[in-house]
């Protein structure tokens, strides 16, 4: 909710109240019986505080709503080109190892993987399982919304599972569409926990009912040294 509010931001999508002390944006959720619902602010007056402050969740037809606002927010947006937010299978998916290993290598540790070489042959292992599951289902590779808060730049990344052998899925591989002279390609350029990925696709697509098997797979795994010794155990 907290990422929806800041896109709504971006955009200026929020709407205000004729007498500008509320304003309301669309939470992208809709109710049991597909109403939308909304979250409303209300003006903070007290001077060296946050300026709004959250007052509640009302659906479209709530009559708090209804009497303060004339028309529904609109939605957040996060790409100008729908295509960005969908893989396609008829690109090659190249590896940045030395990003990928040397600079999130702490991320392997917590993983339960410490050894460099291993590493590097367990994502090139874990790149042709991934290949060959997109080519079957596409929407493996869920959406992310990336914004730097530094230099202001936005884009969508694709988040996809990295499945190394003989172990649950913990690290998810970012996914950047790379458009060169010579050819239009995917770089894998980091990599998350799998729980930061899914959290964070969210945002924007409910994800596969595969995703949803490789977070019951982390609940039932409360030993994280029992992926590498999955891995170890493997003929």
């Not at 300026?51 to 209804?66: A, V």
């Not at 917590?110 to 292992?125: E, M, P, R, T, W």
């Amino acid at each position: 909710m907290q990422f929806t509010y800041n896109r709504i931001d971006e955009e200026n999508k929020f709407v205000y109240s004729s007498d500008g002390k509320l304003r309301c944006m669309n939470t992208g959720l809709l109710t049991v019986y597909n109403q939308e619902i909304v979250a409303i602010f209300a003006k903070n007056d007290m001077q060296g505080k946050q300026p709004w402050f959250f007052n509640g969740f009302f659906k479209e037809t709530d009559k708090f709503f209804t009497t303060n606002f004339s028309s529904l927010p609109l939605l957040a947006d996060y790409c100008d080109n729908v295509k960005d937010l969908i893989y396609d299978n008829g690109l090659e998916l190249k590896l940045k190892k030395e990003h990928i290993i040397d600079d999130n290598f702490e991320r392997f540790v917590a993983a339960g993987y410490s050894n460099k070489a291993l590493i590097s042959v367990l994502l090139d292992s874990a790149k042709g399982t991934l290949e060959k599951k997109l080519k079957r289902n596409f929407k493996l590779a869920l959406p992310f919304y990336y914004r730097n808060t530094e230099t202001g730049e936005s884009k969508i990344q694709l988040l996809a599972p990295l499945y190394f052998p003989g172990a649950p899925v913990r690290l998810a591989l970012v996914l950047n569409k790379i458009q060169s002279d010579a050819k239009e390609y995917y770089e894998g350029v980091t990599v998350l926990p799998v729980e930061w990925a899914y959290m964070n696709s969210r945002l924007i697509v409910k994800p596969d009912e595969e995703w949803a098997k490789i977070m019951d797979e982390i609940d039932s795994t409360s030993d994280k040294n029992s992926i590498q010794e999955a891995i170890d155990n493997v003929d």
